[in-house]
Structures are given as C-alpha cells and as structure tokens.
C-alpha cells in the first residue's frame, strides 16, 4: 500500500465544530493524524495545519469527508513529498568563505591563474586541486525510470537528486545530476566523455536495456575512471550478498543450488553474471517468452552471452514449469506472476527473491508461510534488497584509490562485505540483509573494493588510512 503525508490547513468555527469530531472523522476516514499545529486560535475560530497519513486512493476521502463537516473550511493542502522537492533537494555550497579582496584574489582572479598553470603542466593535480576527486556523475536519459518507464529527463530529475542525496548523505561524495535530452547511443557516450574531466566518477543510472549495456562498456573502454551502472551492478550485487547470506541458514552451497532468475534486463542479466561468478552451475533464466535456453539464438546481445555459458540450462518453459524443483527464485519483473502452488513445487528451503515493484513477483503474505527465506524491493517487509547498500561504499572506494575502473572482483567484494556485515548473532530469516542505515556498511564496502582494487592492480593510490 502507497502511503502519503498530507498537511491540511483549516479553519473551525468553535460554535459549529470542535477538533475532537474533526479527528474522529479523519480516522473514520483512513487518515492517521500524524501532528497537530496551531496556526492561530480565539475563542470563535482556530486555524491549524492537520499532517495527515493516509492510502491514496483514501485522500480523496479523507477531504471529501471534511468538506462536508459544517464549521469547517478549508484553508489550503499540501502534500508533504511535494513540498521536500520545492526548489529541489541539493545545492552547491563554497567549502570556504570569500569575506573580502584577498580571498577573492586566492579563489578567483589573478591567484587562480597559477593552479590552472599546475593542473596543465601535470593533469594528476586536478585530483588534488578540484572537486574531480570527490565529484561523481549522475547520468541518465530518463528512458527506464524505477516503475515509470520512459520518461524523459525531465521527469528524471528528482530521482537523480535523490540518488545525490543518498550519495553525500552516506558516504559523502559529491554527485550531480547530469539528466541529458537524447537517447541516441553514441550521442550519450560522447557527451558524458566530454564533461568527465570534472568527474572522479560516472554512474548511470535509469538507461533502458540493451542501450545500458553498450553505453556502459563504451565508457569503461574509453575512460580512466570508474564507470558504474546502478540499475545493473548495484541490484546484483545486493542480490548475492542476500542469497549468500540466506544459503547460511537453509545449509546449501552456492554451486548445488538451482536458480531461476526472471526478468532478464539490465538488473537480471548482471545478477545473472554474478551468481555465476559466485559459484552456480545451474541456472535458468526467465524472460516474458520463457527460459532463456543454452545453445538458442537470439537478438538480444546479452541472451546470446547467456545462451552460450554451460550453467544455463538447455530446457525450454514457462516459469511456472520451469521453477519446479529450483533451490531459488529471484524476480525482477513484474508483480503477481507466481502463486502458492508455485513455491510449493519449489525444492525443500526455498529462497524467494521477489523484487517487482511496488508489487512483488509473490505476494508476501502468500510467501511467508510457504518459503524458507523470504526478500523484497520493498521498505516495508524483512529483508529489503536496495541498492543503496552498494553504491555509497562501492564509490567511496573507488575514488579514495583512484581506482580506473570498478572490476568484476570489486563488485565481489562488495558482495561479500554486505553479507558480512550481519553477524552470526543477527542472521536469521528475517535478517539475511543489513539495513540501509548501518553504519558500518558504507566503511565495511569501501575497505573491501580498496583492498580488490589494489590486488587487481586497478588503484592508482593506496588511502592514507586503509590498512590490507
């Protein structure tokens, strides 16, 4: 269920109303009263801003319902998700003030002239001498936005305002949206080569599939900086550091189990990658049109990757037939494609990764008492796969090294430090995941990409403060 905020401010006339019969009515209505403040009040009116809870769909009830109350007006309504977005969520502050001519000389015209000589004669200096070594580019075309599909970049901004946030908040590094007006392949490459040079890092964002995957090795070939795609890499490796996790309590290897993964875009097509790379030798993935089958020919460039690897199963089938007998589902798709018949012809312990939003593959409650363990998208369920338990930490170390790319061993090990992070204490089934306001997950990521950066040969420094 969507729940939103929402501030009503009204005006009672206290020889009609009084707030008591105006709080019961909200609550017969489906609102919840989160705050009451009053505006201004006298003996004949009051005027108070009412911050209401409430489904979406029993808003419209909710005002409807206190319209009709005699003694009551109301003044104006504001929904409080919009009012956090009024004039955008980030800004750009000065890390230093500029108080009067001499510090405007240092930062500005003529002192600047001789940083801008010292970056030319050796460009490594821009890491030092600007924001390049922490600044990390958001970038998206607003072509395949969370549930909303394509579009525009427009309409993109405040998710990557949002991800900005997240970014500074966590692991404070400094991202800006970059929310380019084309979809044309080439175009995005070379727009975002021709703006890297500010940047210690790229991560895309919400580009639709199969664009994402070339867009994304494009720039990896021809930048030397880490380029990462969330919507592919983050999921996959949330993904595997939950199944790792969820593995401990059900007592199966990663190489017997069997996995099924449907929804082959770029999230299942990289959690597909990953899980092979983390040991499965069975796997079958699922698209609309059914399993993905080894040896097939197909147009998509990364189905023809999966139908060549000897992991992937050589049957053909719908999921429901196909999900017989496998240790693990893992959807990225869309909601209510299995039922309770489904899980049960699963193998004994079954995992069930449901990450459809806002609605799961499975509904929970039909889940629950059928698996062994049990994970959503969702906020409001155990066990939330999130990307945002990756790419805080993963770009934190990536730039703290200066790593030149993000590596299949990096993302590994991000893998294995979120799994880490829950003790053996805290693991159960409805604990298989850290929460997103761990505060150790940011740290326990960037010293394990740092630590495969430098075995891998890929960072350029070696922190100050790491210890191997």
């Known amino acids: 269920m969507a729940f939103n905020s929402l501030v009503i401010r009204m005006e009672l006339d206290h020889e009609k109303v009084h707030f008591g019969e105006v709080a019961s009515l909200i609550g017969r209505s489906g609102g919840d009263i989160i705050s009451v403040d009053v505006i201004r009040s006298d003996r004949a009116y009051s005027v108070r801003d009412i911050t209401i809870d409430a489904e979406e769909r029993q808003q419209d009830a909710v005002v409807g319902a206190l319209r009709d109350l005699a003694g009551i007006r109301i003044v104006n309504l504001s929904d409080r998700t919009f009012l956090a977005h009024l004039g955008g969520k980030i800004s750009i502050q000065p890390s230093m003030p500029i108080k009067n001519r001499d510090d405007l000389s240092r930062v500005y015209t003529p002192g600047v002239a001789r940083v801008c000589a010292a970056i ?5 200096r821009a890491y030092s001498l600007t924001i390049k070594r922490n600044t990390v580019a958001v970038v998206t075309d607003g072509s395949a936005v969370l549930g909303l599909g394509d579009i525009g970049p427009h309409a993109a901004a405040p998710v990557m305002e949002g991800k900005a946030m997240l970014f500074k908040q966590l692991a404070g590094v400094d991202a800006f949206p970059i929310c380019l007006d084309t979809q044309d392949t080439e175009e995005i490459i070379r727009t975002v080569k021709q703006i890297s040079p500010i940047f210690g890092g790229i991560n895309l964002e919400d580009i639709s599939s199969p664009r994402c995957f070339e867009i994304e090795s494009r720039l990896i070939e021809e930048l030397d900086i880490p380029v990462f795609h969330d919507d592919q890499h983050g999921t996959a490796i949330v993904v595997t550091a939950g199944l790792i996790n969820a593995l401990k309590l059900t007592g199966k290897r990663m190489e017997d189990i069997r996995v099924v993964v449907n929804g082959i875009g770029a999230a299942g097509v990289s959690i597909c990658k990953m899980l092979l790379a983390a040991g499965v030798t069975k796997l079958a993935p699922v698209d609309r049109d059914g399993a993905i089958v080894r040896g097939s020919d197909y147009a998509h460039p990364m189905w023809r990757w999966l139908a060549a690897q000897p992991q992937v199963e050589p049957e053909a089938g719908s999921l429901k037939e196909v999900i017989r007998g496998a240790d693990v589902f893992i959807g990225v798709s869309r909601g209510g494609l299995l039922d309770q018949d489904d899980l049960k012809n699963m193998a004994e312990d079954p995992i069930v990764f449901a990450m459809a939003n806002p609605v799961p593959e499975v509904a929970p409650e039909l889940a629950l008492p059928i698996v062994r363990v049990f994970a959503t998208g969702r906020s409001d369920y155990p066990n939330q796969i999130n990307n945002v ?35 053996a204490q805290e693991l159960d089934e409805s604990y298989i995941i850290p929460s997103i306001f761990n505060e150790r997950v940011v740290a326990d990521v960037r010293s394990a990409v740092i630590a495969a950066a430098i075995r891998t040969g890929v960072a350029k420094r070696i922190p100050p403060d790491f210890r191997m």
């Open 120 to 124: 030319h004669e050796d460009e490594r």
């Open 389 to 423: 338990l990756a790419f805080p930490g993963i770009f934190r170390g990536a730039l703290d090294c200066r790593a030149s790319i993000i590596n299949e061993t990096m993302k590994m090990a991000a893998a294995q430090a979120i799994a880490d992070t829950v003790t």
